[in-house]
């Protein structure tokens, strides 16, 4: 999960303006699909979320198609706590208790690029959190795990992910840094806190050809990167894709 001081890019916030001539027809028909838990159509919170994807991801080089659809897909405000779902489409992390937060909507939709998703690919997700990045990931392929190490937040994202519809997405309480070999291999793993090295065990439950993506601590001076491992017959391949703050990862991968 990311800090919330970080953010990547300029800062770009909803105007609040209603949405008029095409946009407001596509919001028309998006509300005829889209309610929230308690089955409330809110334009507003649906016009934000078009707009965070054009103006938050679309001008900050997000491409994939796939990526853009399921982040205009998936409702943001449900998985933040009541108090902030005004503030859920602006750009920048929230918390979600725990000391955990829902990460800034670019970092959701680039990490998820660097994925290289398919449908059919099974992806393993360490760090469900409030499970927004699990129903991101649902809306590509239908093979998602996640793991989370607070029980408290495990049971309240695997609930809400049910209430949703995604039914496929399947949870577990253990520490992340270990993986989740009774399903291994993983076409793709997706790391959602900083961690001092790269877990073997990742590694191992990757496919030849599969992505990792995830933050790693470097240096002594607090500095994180984001960066991609692919795995292949040679060796890993790692790219440094940009500087990030994520909490750290807890478990064996500390010792």
């Not at 990460?103 to 959701?108: A, L």
């Not at 408290?152 to 270990?178: P, W």
Request: aromatic share 8%; with cysteine.
């Amino acid at each position: 999960m990311i800090w919330p001081f970080f953010l990547s890019g300029p800062i770009l916030y909803s105007t609040g303006k209603p949405f008029t001539g095409i946009a407001g027809s596509i919001i028309a028909v998006v509300l005829m699909f889209n309610r929230d838990e308690n089955g409330t159509d809110d334009v507003l919170l649906i016009s934000r979320r078009l707009r965070m994807v054009d103006e938050q991801l679309v001008t900050r080089g997000i491409q994939d198609a796939a990526v853009l659809s399921a982040m205009r897909t998936v409702a943001r405000h449900l998985f933040v706590p009541e108090q902030y779902r005004a503030q859920a489409y602006h750009d920048g992390p929230l918390s979600i208790g725990h000391g955990q937060t829902i990460s800034q909507p670019y970092v959701v939709a680039s990490m998820t690029e660097h994925l290289e998703l398919e449908p059919g690919n099974k992806v393993l997700e360490i760090g469900t959190g409030c499970g927004y990045q699990a129903a991101v990931l649902a809306e590509i392929t239908d093979k998602v795990f996640s793991i989370e190490m607070i029980p408290e937040l495990a049971e309240k994202a695997n609930k809400l992910l049910h209430q949703l519809g995604y039914d496929k997405v399947r949870t577990m309480v253990n520490d992340g840094s270990l993986g989740w070999p009774e399903e291994a291999p993983f076409d793709a793993i997706i790391v959602t806190a900083a961690a001092p090295k790269i877990p073997e065990a990742l590694v191992e439950q990757l496919v030849e050809g599969g992505r990792l993506v995830m933050p790693l601590a470097v240096g002594m001076f607090g500095r994180q990167d984001l960066v991609k491992i692919r795995k292949t017959k040679e060796g890993l391949e790692k790219q440094v894709l940009y500087e990030v703050r994520f909490v750290p990862m807890r478990g064996q991968v500390e010792r």
